[in-house]
């Protein structure tokens, strides 16, 4: 049984800070300052939850360089493009040069869904099984899942707030079993 890969999808509401949509290649490339490159990674971490240039795709899934260029110019891997013009003035007041090359980045989420597609086919293919699999991951990886989001993302309000809640929550017990002395004292 197959399923659909899980892609991101960008809202109408956001088509504009993103640019345009290349179908083919399943890449959006926006254009703008130099300056403005801070604030789209912001929205686009923002929303996306987690992003990594290409080149660091290869810590989520086991493939080679080539392998992973070659899934995201065939468009089977979403890509965010920023072209940055130079700004008007740089440094002292001396005209800045334009990058050459575009800032690229990969959602985690892709690169993760990814890596499940190929470690679900080594295991039907008997190059390793779930066991393996399992192992490669470090003993404390366990013990840290409850403080992650699903999508190992958290915004610091998100987290201020799941604190409280646990505080609260330590408070709650206490009270109850400050209680339960009480009336244990009573008897």
């Given at each position: 049984?197959?399923?659909?890969?899980?892609?991101?999808?960008?809202?109408?509401?956001?088509?504009?800070?993103?640019?345009?949509?290349?179908?083919e290649t399943r890449?959006?490339?926006?254009?703008?300052?130099?300056?403005?490159?801070?604030?789209?990674?912001?929205?686009?971490?923002?929303?996306?939850?987690?992003?990594?240039?290409?080149?660091?795709?290869?810590?989520?899934?086991?493939?080679?360089?080539?392998?992973?260029?070659?899934?995201?110019?065939?468009?089977?891997?979403?890509?965010?493009?920023?072209?940055?013009?130079?700004?008007?003035?740089?440094?002292?007041?001396?005209?800045?040069?334009?990058?050459?090359?575009?800032?690229?980045?990969?959602?985690?989420?892709?690169?993760?869904?990814?890596?499940?597609?190929?470690?679900?086919?080594?295991?039907?293919?008997?190059?390793?099984?779930?066991?393996?699999?399992?192992?490669?991951?470090?003993?404390?990886?366990?013990?840290?899942?409850?403080?992650?989001?699903?999508?190992?993302?958290?915004?610091?309000f998100e987290q201020?707030?799941?604190?409280?809640?646990?505080?609260?929550?330590?408070?709650?017990?206490?009270?109850?079993?400050?209680?339960?002395?009480?009336?244990?004292?009573?008897?």
């Amino acid at each position: 049984m197959t399923t659909a890969f899980p892609y991101v999808t960008v809202p109408e509401e956001l088509e504009a800070v993103f640019g345009d949509f290349d179908e083919e290649t399943r890449s959006y490339h926006a254009h703008g300052e130099e300056s403005q490159r801070g604030y789209w990674y912001d929205v686009l971490t923002s929303y996306f939850g987690g992003v990594i240039p290409p080149s660091e795709v290869g810590m989520f899934v086991p493939v080679s360089r080539p392998a992973i260029h070659n899934r995201i110019n065939s468009g089977r891997l979403t890509t965010f493009h920023f072209h940055s013009t130079p700004a008007t003035k740089g440094l002292f007041f001396n005209k800045k040069e334009a990058r050459d090359s575009a800032y690229v980045y990969v959602p985690i989420r892709e690169c993760k869904a990814w890596a499940g597609v190929v470690k679900d086919k080594m295991k039907r293919l008997g190059h390793a099984t779930v066991e393996s699999i399992e192992a490669e991951k470090p003993e404390w990886f366990y013990n840290v899942q409850q403080f992650l989001d699903p999508d190992g993302f958290r915004s610091e309000f998100e987290q201020e707030e799941q604190e409280q809640a646990v505080r609260n929550e330590l408070e709650r017990k206490e009270y109850e079993a400050e209680k339960r002395r009480e009336a244990y004292e009573q008897i």
